[in-house]
């Protein structure tokens, strides 16, 4: 996929796979942008239900404005497959801080 166009987004890199997705960086032509697009994986493609879930996170995650949750751009479809365009962030992988030292409450602002 890395090099193709889709939509209007260019593929640059994997950026990682899980079990619902595998999320690419990219290109959003349009608006000169970075951005990552995460596609619904081909084993879960052919299944309405996950179809659905897929489409609930976006929605879920379009729905809320908060510094550490990203900024949903789109949803949409290239050959039958369901993607998420979103706002790229760089840095450490929650798997690589995970691994690092242990996460934690490190703001009392939170707590209520």
């Known amino acids: 996929m890395i090099g193709q166009t889709i939509s209007h987004y260019k593929i640059l890199e994997k950026l990682g796979e899980g079990g619902m997705g595998v999320v690419y960086k990219a290109e959003d032509t349009k608006l000169k942008r970075t951005v990552a697009i995460k596609f619904l994986s081909p084993q879960a493609v052919g299944t309405e239900e996950d179809k659905a879930r897929f489409i609930h996170e976006a929605q879920a995650a ?51």
């Open 62 to 112: 379009a729905a809320l404005n908060h510094p550490n949750i990203c900024i949903v751009y789109e949803i949409d479809e290239y050959e039958n497959q369901p993607f998420i365009a979103m706002e790229c962030v760089e840095g450490e992988s929650l798997k690589a801080k995970i691994r690092s030292s242990p996460l934690g409450v490190h703001s009392k602002k939170y707590i209520q």
